[in-house]
């Protein structure tokens, strides 16, 4: 088993940035991908970014892209979210969320087995 809680969440003027971690604990977190969801008022929970266990290889969706930078450390067994230029559209509950590595990242919700608590990031122009 693998539990994640999230910190770093808040409130940040339009344009501003804003860095979440991601803590692991319970098992060996060095072998699992990590992803970053976020879900707002009244929408699906939608991905935002996932790193390969090894850090070695990324991947972000559109709406993010350019603006958001997802690391690891897996000395500290965590992941982070940089999140740059934000506007109101990024307002949100952030979660993190893990898998055992298959050789492949993911983007869906449902291939994750293991989730955060979230943490609320409200962006404000």
């Known amino acids: 088993q693998v539990q994640l809680v999230e910190f770093g969440g808040g409130e940040v003027q339009a344009g501003g940035s804003l860095r979440l971690s991601c803590a692991a604990s319970g098992r060996t977190f060095s072998r699992y991908d990590m992803a970053w969801f976020r879900q707002a008022p009244g929408k699906e929970r939608e991905f935002v970014a996932v790193?390969?266990?090894?850090?070695?290889?990324?991947y972000y969706a559109d709406s993010v892209k350019g603006r958001f930078t997802i690391s690891r450390d897996n000395a500290k067994n965590t992941v982070y979210l940089q999140m740059n230029s934000l506007t109101p559209e990024d307002t949100a509950v952030y979660y993190c969320?893990?898998?055992?590595?298959?050789?492949?990242?993911?983007?869906?919700?449902?291939?994750?087995?293991?989730w955060g608590q979230g943490t609320q990031v409200t962006v404000f122009s």
């Open positions: 790193i390969r266990w090894s850090g070695s290889s990324t």
């Open positions: 969320a893990a898998r055992s590595n298959s050789g492949s990242l993911y983007t869906s919700e449902r291939r994750y087995d293991y």
